[in-house]
């Protein structure tokens, strides 16, 4: 769209100069607003519009919290791609950052836990980047560590995982990311591992000064923010929430694979739950960095007290 290439905002120019013309207009990742926005902005007269359900049942997607360290975030995707031991058909993995330095980063992160993958930008040369797409899509190169520099040339159906490390922009741009796993029908894995600051950063001048006027920047951030509250979401399905964000109705409650579908029938029918071990790990914690002494006095004092007095027997 636009905010990627903002001369395309100059197309609706052919039908000001050629209104005899037939234009048709295709995309894979349009929500009802940018739909809108294109038959506006190309001048198109009571177009027909034919739209497919953006369901994909072969992706299972799951949503995980970035943890301090590389190590920490990305050892399941690890023990994942050791499983099967570097076979190309079973571990084509996709990882999309946000920066250059996360694609080298990431990179030499996996070739260190002995993992074959390299990384793609914009910054490497034509030579490099040519090497790195033709390796993955020939399946001598698994993974590939990609800012979105990688991605319109990329049309390889058995890539079986997509791994968003750290948050995507926009929920447009996740789903299109998301979209090149399994185009082959067979199963295929999506996972984002993300934090609140991910999505906060977006809102800075460095990522928004590019953006055309006329109100792109704040379709850009409200689309940031729903795709926020999807992350943050634990409990209604993946694929319910996602067809939301891409205005679409599910017809269906439940994909029964998701992170979240999975965990609420792992606990179907839980009316308590022992949360004794996560307590002792934060409490342990508290008490390792000087706080104990800090939460004693609170709760020697209203209401903290009253509280307390009440779980005694």
């Not at 080298?104 to 090497?131: K, Q």
């Not at 990522?207 to 109100?215: N, V």
């Not at 920047?217 to 926020?228: D, F």
Request: proline share 5%.
């Amino acid at each position: 769209g636009h905010d990627f290439r903002p001369d395309y905002r100059r197309l609706g120019e052919l039908r000001a100069s050629m209104p005899d013309v037939p234009i048709m207009a295709l995309t894979a990742t349009a929500v009802p607003d940018v739909q809108r926005d294109i038959v506006r902005s190309l001048g198109l007269r009571s177009p027909y519009v034919q739209k497919q359900s953006s369901y994909r049942p072969n992706l299972t997607i799951r949503v995980s919290r970035k943890l301090s360290g590389l190590s920490e975030s990305l050892d399941g995707l690890v023990k994942t791609l050791l499983a099967n031991n570097g076979a190309a058909a079973a571990s084509s993995t996709l990882v999309y950052v946000a920066s250059k330095n996360d694609a080298e980063g990431v990179a030499a992160f996996l070739r260190s836990r002995h993992i074959v993958a390299d990384f793609y930008h914009a910054g490497r040369t034509p030579a490099e980047r040519e090497r790195v797409h033709l390796t993955f899509l020939s399946g001598q190169l698994p993974v590939v560590c990609a800012t979105v520099a990688f991605g319109m040339g990329i049309d390889k159906p058995d890539i079986r995982r997509v791994v968003h490390y750290g948050a995507p922009k926009t929920a447009e741009e996740y789903y299109q990311h998301i979209g090149r796993a399994g185009r082959d029908g067979g199963p295929a894995t999506c996972e984002m591992i993300a934090n609140d600051n991910d999505f906060s950063k977006y809102a800075s001048d460095f990522y928004t000064k590019q953006l055309p006027t006329g109100g792109a920047k704040e379709r850009v951030l409200a689309s940031t923010e729903r795709l926020r509250g999807y992350a943050n979401n634990t409990t209604a399905c993946r694929w319910v929430a996602l067809l939301g964000l891409m205005g679409e109705r599910a017809d269906f409650n439940a994909c029964g694979a998701c992170d979240c579908c999975v965990r609420k029938k792992q606990f179907e029918g839980d009316s308590e739950r022992n949360y004794a071990g996560e307590a002792r790990l934060l409490l342990t914690a508290a008490q390792a960095n000087g706080v104990i002494s800090r939460m004693e006095k609170a709760m020697a004092a209203p209401p903290l007290a009253a509280m307390k007095a009440e779980l005694k027997p």
